[in-house]
């Protein structure tokens, strides 16, 4: 089974840069998207960013588009989250799945976990 390895969260002030890896460990993500979520404190999960794997096409949910940049290295088995112009309210734990599912104009994780990396956002 795949397992996901979250990394490059940190603090960062209000306007700065993160860039977050997931990488795939056990197998690749070959046939599948791969998302990004974020949690923040007492919120539920939700989708931040989702690339596909056969075509590259990418996919941002509204608040983030402009800003973030989300990519893939295939020989590495990892993908990236740039994130630039960063704000307090995106501070929390970013996770990546390996299988999001879009329905209507919102994707959904179906796939496995990793153990998340925390993004604190300081105003």
């Known amino acids: 089974q795949v397992q996901l390895v979250e990394s490059g969260g940190g603090l960062v002030e209000a306007g700065g840069s993160l860039r977050l890896s997931c990488a795939a460990s056990?197998?690749?993500?070959?046939?599948?998207?791969v998302g990004w979520f974020r949690e923040a404190p007492g919120e539920e999960r939700e989708w931040v960013a989702v690339?596909?794997?056969?075509?590259?096409?990418?996919y941002y949910t509204d608040s983030v588009k402009g800003r973030f940049n989300i990519s893939r290295d295939n020989a590495e088995n990892t993908v990236y989250l740039q994130m630039n112009g960063l704000k307090a309210e995106e501070t929390g734990v970013y996770y990546c799945?390996?299988?999001?599912?879009?329905?209507?104009?919102?994707?959904?994780?179906?796939?496995?976990w990793g153990q998340g990396t925390q993004v604190t956002v300081s105003s």
């Open positions: 690339i596909g794997w056969n075509d590259g096409s990418t």
């Open positions: 799945n390996n299988n999001p599912r879009t329905y209507g104009t919102s994707w959904y994780p179906f796939g496995s």
């Open positions: 056990g197998g690749t993500f070959k046939n599948y998207g």
